[in-house]
Structure formats: C-alpha cells, structure tokens
C-alpha cells in the first residue's frame, strides 16, 4: 500500500536553507507535491514534480526527487520567519486519485 | 491558478443536529472531488471520492450514512455531517482537479467543525 513518511519537526535560523526529505512507498507515483499549513488555514500548493524529473526549482523552492530510493526533498533558500508552518509531502498515482499525505513536518524558524 | 471555495470555515454546532460543508471550484470544473479529515496534529486523511453525478466512493471505516456526500454538478460537492458528535469535531477539506490531465490538485480553505 501507500505510505509516505517525513520527520515530524525542523528548527532552522533564519536565513538559513531548510531542507524538508519526503519517502515514499509507491513507486508507481506519478505525482509528487509539496503542500504548506499555516496554523488553522487549508493546504497551499507549494510546488509538484512529476515523477519523470529529478529536480524543479521555483524561486526559493528547490524540490528534488530520487525516484530510485523514492525520496524527495524540498529546500527552501534563505528561510524567513513566514515560513513557519507544516509542510505536508503527498504523492498520487495520477490524476484524478486522492493524494496520500505524510503526517507532515513542522518547520520552526528562528530569529 | 484555480480556486476551491469551502464553506463555512468554521462551524459551531450541537450534537445531534446535522452540519452541510460546501466545496465549490470558482474557475474550473472537476468531475471528482475528494474529501479529507485531519484530526490534530496528525496529517489528512481520505474520507471519500465524489464524482459527478454518481455515488461517492468511501474509505474503509467512513460510515457513509452518517457523512453524507453529494456531488451534483461539475463545480459543486456538499459533505453532510448527519447526527454530528464531539467525536467529529475536526478539520474537513475538500480538493479538487481539473478535468484535463496532469494538473494540481487544488485544496479549499478548510472547515473547522466543532460539535458541543
């Protein structure tokens, strides 16, 4: 079955890079996101890649996938205190099937 | 890009009494829409597929009696929490995708729901 698994927290300083690893379970995964929560707020799309690419860089986002050991990472460049929230890593087989999310991770940024 | 609109964001109610969540996609149309639970702390959780014009399928363990799902047009699904309980208060989202392919799945707001 699907699993996708992320540590639970992260601290950085500010203008520090965060790096957030995402593993998967199911190498059929077409689709591979990145989502972030702020405290009693909805899911914000921060980024996806598709499983056929290696790496998507957008602005401070950098999100990088090894499809062979099923493990994606999302960095983030010259961390702001805005950043603070759960960053939730999903994965989907196509699309038009439900996303399975990982329990998400906490980044707290220091200033 | 592509907007979901849920309704409400929150919602106080009474056990027993009944609570509608609306999930609409302003700009685009989604044959399926998906509704999620996320309980503090913890990450989301599938509840069930709506589709378009047929019945929601639903996940193991969801009683679809009492999470009554409807999905009547291409830009609307209406999630029902019937005979709520403090057991359901929780954080309800709704995500939808366009109709063509390879697109993002785009999530609404979210609906705090509190039964007391």
């Known amino acids: 079955g699907e699993d996708v698994e992320q540590s639970l927290f992260l601290s950085v300083r500010e203008g520090d890079s965060s790096v957030i690893n995402c593993t998967y379970t199911?190498?059929?995964?077409?689709?591979l996101y990145w989502y972030k929560q702020e405290p009693g707020a909805g899911l914000q799309l921060l980024t996806y890649?598709?499983?056929?690419?290696d790496m998507k860089q957008d602005q401070r986002l950098t999100v990088l996938l090894n499809k062979k050991d099923k493990h994606l990472s999302l960095r983030i460049a010259d961390t702001q205190t805005g950043d603070s929230a759960i960053y939730f890593c999903?994965?989907?087989?196509?699309?038009?099937?439900?996303?399975?999310f990982g329990k998400g991770t906490r980044l707290s940024v220091i200033a | 890009g592509a907007v979901v609109s849920q309704h409400p964001s929150r919602v106080i109610c009474k056990s027993g009494t009944s609570v509608k969540i609306e999930c609409r996609s302003l700009?685009?149309?989604?044959?399926?829409m998906f509704w999620y639970r996320q309980f503090p702390k913890q990450s989301l959780m599938l509840m069930a597929t709506?589709?378009?014009?047929?019945?929601?399928?639903?996940e193991q363990g969801v009683e679809k009696d009492k999470f009554l799902i409807n999905h009547a047009s291409l830009t609307l699904s209406t999630l029902t929490v019937t005979s709520a309980h403090p057991e359901d208060s929780s954080f309800y989202i709704c995500?939808?995708?366009?109709?063509?392919?390879?697109?993002?799945?785009?999530f609404g707001q979210g609906t705090r729901l509190t039964v007391v």
């Open positions: 999903a994965e989907a087989l196509s699309g038009n099937t439900p996303l399975v």
């Open positions: 700009d685009f149309q989604a044959t399926t």
């Open positions: 890649i598709f499983s056929n690419m």
């Open positions: 199911d190498s059929s995964s077409t689709y």
């Open positions: 709506s589709n378009e014009g047929s019945k929601a399928t639903y």
């Open positions: 995500s939808a995708r366009e109709l063509k392919a390879n697109t993002e799945a785009f």
